[in-house]
């Protein structure tokens, strides 16, 4: 295969260790990249991404207290953001406190950065009204429950004694929170009064809309060109399905990477890879299963994302109250007929802490739990299943309602869900195609039985994954309620030692898929490729990239 086409992991390896030598290898700066990727972002609010797209425009329009950067081993490694440098505090009950000492950082329209903006913008993405798919990344700051309870967002204890001081309280030691919730894109710095101006403006457009005999779609980030922001760059309107990236003139330090960024987003990934290989971007993401497949057999491997394809079972409901029923409907999927339907990389899950998260000796978390899940789909899987229905209370004339939203990919396995349970245990189902919005109201109220989607981790920590579905979180879609569960999250979220931590970690997932309230389906990877020659570019574990240090390498 010509070198052009190669997989980008390689090259990327490379670009991870060169990318803090720049200039060392005949760096070209000023250079613009063009960037090839999937459907854009219908908002630009930071506690609303949800996709690699959104959150890789995100973090280069953005800058949070601390950034990653690649290291010479190919890893990252932390470093400051708009917080210069940071104290930490262990108090005499348990609780950690960070003080990060914020450097003079400006907003794209010139005024300064201040602390407040991030008490701002922590306690909105915490506050239950703004329903933010990322809010449990505030899961360790003290008051966090309290403001999910009351709705009460002063009651999270993050603070700003003055303009360049950002004050925040844990509930204990969280390893993971320098790096993952300080990184994060939710996490970004917030003009309350950027935020109500174009919230209003959106409101009166959405109106007018509507006068006309229209839908008002619009919110206050759907427009990334009229947002003041505090990184990089800024960001401009190209031609249609193009978002342009300009270096920030305000941006405190300038640019070391490309003074352009052109972001060319296509609706499904074969029309991203054509442009690529015409030659009309130099890098794409994500590859198209055909590509993938022709790389199999070379030397070559994707990595894991930070997301678990899901069955949640409502188990306050008629259908799913007891574990038999819900085993039952899990051991009659055929996990690899459903990656086989994927567009995107895949694999069968054996639990529901993907690969990819750590545990206290840097080892892969997956795959020293081991397979949780064992064989399912097979004759002999089936026939247990089939008892299990027997054996439960599910009511043999129920229609049990299945939700999902409404892709192209999901009714391709909403389909294939459809028919085995059908064919396998006699069962009738009626399947509900939903929007985005009308599933995350529909999971939220508890309105469906069964329901397909992606878990999402916050931070690449298994706990992360098991939180959720405390008998006390309101993140708990299912209604999960488990003395022992809980006890066992207690323990890991006041647990000092971390190879204990880790262990009630493995406990707490293998207890989890016992009681089979969540069902696991597919561990889903990321894949890529950069023309050679380029180098910096950072892939983030949580899926989005990094270009702000990308450049030019001469052979």
Known sequence: MKSSRRMATLALCLALMLGILAGCGGEAPGISLRVSMGPEADSYDPIRAETPEAETVLVHLYENLLRLT????????????????????????????YTFRLRAAKWSDGQAVTAGDFVYAWQRLADPVTASPSASL?????????????????????????????????????????????????????????????????????????????TGTLNWASDPTKLVTNGPYTASRGEEGELILTASETYVGGVSGPEELRFLFHETAEEAWETYEAGEADFVSPLPRAETEIRAEEDWASVSLLCTTVLLFNTQGENFNDAESRKAFSLAIDRQALSDLTEEVSRPADGLVPYGVPDENGEDFRARGGDLLGESGTEEALAQARTLLEESSYASASVPRFV????????LLADALWRTWMKALRVRLERIPLSADELRETLAAGDYDLALTDLRGDARDAESFLAPWRGDSSGNLVGYENGAYDTLLKVIRSASDEKARQGCLHDAEALLLDDCPVAPLLFTASAWEARDGLAGILRDGRGFFSFAGAAEVSG
Do not use: H
């Open 70 to 97: 690649p290291d010479p081993s190919g890893g990252t490694a932390l470093a400051p953001g708009v917080a210069k440098k940071y104290d930490v505090e262990e108090n005499y009950d348990g609780t950690v406190t």
């Open 404 to 411: 999902y939203e409404d892709t192209a990919e999901n009714a």
């Open 138 to 214: 505030l899961s360790a700051v003290a008051g966090y429950d309290e403001v999910r309870s009351s709705g009460d967002a002063s009651k999270l204890q993050v603070s700003a004694p003055d303009d360049s001081t950002f004050v925040v309280t844990l509930l204990g030691k969280c390893d993971w929170f320098l790096e993952d919730v300080c990184t994060d894109s939710a996490t970004m710095p917030l003009r309350q009064d950027n935020l109500q101006r174009l919230k209003e403006a959106a409101i009166q457009a959405n109106l007018q809309t509507e006068e006309q005999g229209g």
